[in-house]
């Protein structure tokens, strides 16, 4: 077998290997998620049994925080996969020592910014069903909050911000290349670097779970497939301008209605 050959070899077996890591972690996310979701929607004496408390203990909290946590991972997790199987199959082509560890670590930097994210979110939950704005559904119950959040994440997709990061987000080859570090370490940083991108691109859509339901699952697989074909589509920035406008007349909607 030639050097060119079995480095194919080797890059297709890498590129099979960390696609099926991050389909694993996506599926068992997915496993957690929809259960929850039909029993929130159901007789809630499953999956979402722990949510019916009267009293928000640390214990409740941290399961919380750890439903927006699975939520991230499986909702965000699908968009970053193309940056992470390029950077595996680059890093490999490169020479590079321990693939893996570095790919688990770019992916673990990526996951670190929408697990802080999941915290905020967390309090922001609590903060609003303390306020009494929030239904036992974990839906917002005031007409000028959830048009206000609607119009926030409609005007917002038509910010110079949104433009940035989304450039960034479609473009894993660019991003590699101007953020290219070495070693695990560096791996970690770049996965910083692009959850920052993506954080700054999805922000305001994942707000919008506090609109349908923050255990909807039609409202979490529409958010999903939004940001995904965003990301990947050859028309996704036009999709962005389109679903502006919508989320816009949808705030205005909710406002007057």
């Known amino acids: 077998m030639s050097d060119s050959t079995a480095l194919e070899t080797a890059l297709k077996h890498d590129r099979w290997f960390t696609a ?9 996310a997915w496993a957690w998620i929809v259960p929850m979701a039909i029993d929130m929607y159901g ?7 722990w949510m019916m408390t009267t ?3 640390a214990r409740h909290v941290a399961l ?20 992470l199987l390029l ?7 490169g020479g590079a020592d321990s693939v893996p560890l570095r790919v688990y670590a770019f992916g673990a ?11 905020l979110a967390t309090v922001l939950q609590r903060v609003l069903a303390e306020a009494l704005v929030l239904s036992p559904m974990m839906e917002l119950q005031n007409r000028w909050w959830a048009g206000g959040l609607l119009v926030l994440a409609g005007v917002y997709q038509f910010t110079a911000a949104k433009r940035a990061c989304l450039t960034a987000c479609r473009s894993p080859v660019e991003f590699i290349t101007h953020h290219w570090k070495t070693g695990a370490s560096g791996a970690f940083r770049m996965g910083i670097a692009h959850g920052l991108y993506c954080l700054g691109c999805c922000w305001a859509l994942m707000l ?15 958010i999903t497939l939004f940001v995904l074909l965003e990301r990947v589509s050859p028309r996704g920035v036009q999709a962005g301008r389109l679903s502006g406008i919508l989320l816009i007349l949808l705030g205005a909607w909710a406002f007057f209605r």
């Open 20 to 28: 099926g890591a991050l389909l694993l972690a996506v599926l068992l």
């Open 43 to 49: 007789s809630m004496t499953g999956a979402s049994a």
């Open 55 to 57: 009293h928000w203990d």
């Open 64 to 83: 919380l925080f750890a439903m927006w946590a699975v939520m991230m991972v499986g909702m965000m997790l699908p968009s970053a996969a193309p940056t």
């Open 87 to 93: 950077y595996a199959a680059l890093a490999r082509k």
């Open 109 to 119: 930097g990526y996951l670190a910014i929408w697990t802080l994210f999941s915290v």
């Open 208 to 222: 919008l779970l506090f609109v349908g339901g923050v255990m909807n699952l039609w409202v979490i697989a529409a």
